[in-house]
């Protein structure tokens, strides 16, 4: 038996990532797949355009056999947290051979290479890491620059090292690895060169195209549902569950169905209160504070804040975690104890259930497959961590159009996706 892992946002499903499973799975020659999935928002410190539960069915009905949630403190963090919660979870179950992900670069022995770096940390890269910090050039930066000269100077290296690092889907590639040498994994990672347009384009290239330019078409053409001009780019299941969310009036949900909702929260708070979400440095909570005083929408409040210190997801991020009460305290005391807390069950298929009652056995992490029962938790950690996501699905339904679907709670009220 080989199990294939898969992290994955699906916002929403579309062609592309119909290719990369194909291809992983033809890589990997798994049995079964199962992916780590962010929930209702996003790495890009964004909400999902549809929920977790129907992102899940469309997985399901795609070819995925097992769908778990990575928690929200995690899903909507950096690249580095982000990538060791999905591998943590990945790690736990016990049964992963390989995990896959899509990379500009395509070649994993040059990823291996610049994640050892990394993980490891040798002499001269942290002389070079610390001469970038003197310079008052913040961690990302100083660490990039570190990276280039390191292997321009010392490893003889001979690619673009400043062009792999620079690539979104590159730099997670390196975290997952990275993630796994520190965790001392045994799970295999595999990569698939992306094809069609990059990850960010904003228009629609063929029949493979960006989630971002799909985000932007269904952002151009709100009112009505998806159709001809989706057809190419997502598979009929996909397809077919974005349409039904949005008669039902589940969406699509962007970040400005929340701007009111979070440029009020903001205008109730101090800067010091600001200051204790996650990204807030060197007087960005006075920025956060005036922005919101002085915006009326998602965009300007944005806008007001960004600087070129202050990257747009940066931002993002942090917004979405004071509208979800995610403070950095709350991640420095998940970190502390080794990450996620509980492998939480989104949806299976038949033989994602056969998989399920192995990993059952052999998961080092609670499995959680109906989340009232571990609502009272003995462990406080593990009460703690689902109190968030209950919060932030509490405040992602406010999202809806239709009002019958708003009501709090529903994190211990919905089903499990079967598809048996």
Not at 364 to 393: G, H, W
Request: proline share 4%; glycine share 8%.
């Amino acid at each position: 038996m080989k199990v294939l892992g898969l992290i994955t946002e699906y916002n929403p499903l579309h062609n592309g990532h119909i290719y990369h499973l194909n291809q992983a799975l033809k890589l990997s020659r798994a049995d079964y797949a199962v992916c780590v999935m962010s929930g209702n928002f996003i790495q890009r410190g964004e909400p999902a355009v549809i929920d977790k539960w129907a992102r899940a069915k469309s997985a399901l009905m795609s070819g995925i056999d097992l769908v778990i949630e990575l928690p929200v403190i995690f899903a909507m963090s950096s690249a580095e947290l982000f990538a060791y919660g999905a591998v943590k979870i990945l790690d736990s179950l016990g049964v992963t051979d390989y995990v896959c992900f899509g990379s500009e670069h395509g070649r994993i022995e040059e990823l291996e290479r610049i994640a050892s770096v990394l993980c490891s940390e040798p002499p001269p890269y942290r002389e070079m890491l610390k001469e970038q910090l003197s310079k008052g050039l913040s961690y990302p930066v100083a660490r990039e620059q570190a990276l280039i000269r390191h292997f321009n100077e010392t490893e003889g290296f001979g690619l673009n090292i400043e062009g792999i690092i620079r690539s979104s889907n590159n730099i997670l590639g390196i975290e997952y690895i990275k993630t796994l040498k520190k965790l001392q994994s045994p799970i295999i990672p595999l990569t698939i060169p992306r094809i069609g347009n990059t990850y960010g384009t904003g228009y629609m290239t063929g029949s493979i195209s960006s989630a971002t330019a799909i985000r932007k078409y269904l952002s151009d053409n709100l009112h009505g549902l998806p159709g001809q001009g989706l057809k190419q780019v997502l598979p009929e299941a996909s397809l077919e569950i974005l349409a039904e969310e949005f008669a039902q009036g589940r969406g699509p949900i962007f970040s400005s169905s929340f701007e009111d909702i979070l440029i009020s929260i903001i205008r109730k708070m101090t800067s010091s209160q600001i200051r204790e979400y996650p990204y807030v440095s060197e007087g960005l909570e006075n920025r956060i504070k005036n922005a919101a005083d002085e915006s009326g929408s998602f965009e300007e409040l944005v806008d007001a804040i960004l600087t070129k210190r202050y990257t747009r997801t940066r931002i993002q991020r942090t917004l979405f975690c004071i509208m979800n009460s995610i403070t950095a305290k709350d991640l420095n005391e998940f970190m502390a104890q080794g990450g996620p807390q509980y492998i939480r069950i989104l949806g299976f298929n038949g033989k994602g259930r056969k998989l399920l009652s192995i990993i059952r056995r052999t998961a080092s992490l609670p499995v959680i497959a109906k989340t009232s029962d571990f609502k009272n938790s003995t462990d406080a950690c593990i009460r703690k961590m689902l109190a968030l996501e209950a919060f932030s699905t509490d405040m992602y339904v406010l999202g809806y159009e239709n009002a019958a679907f708003k009501k709090a709670g529903q994190e211990f009220t919905r089903n499990i996706i079967r598809l048996d």
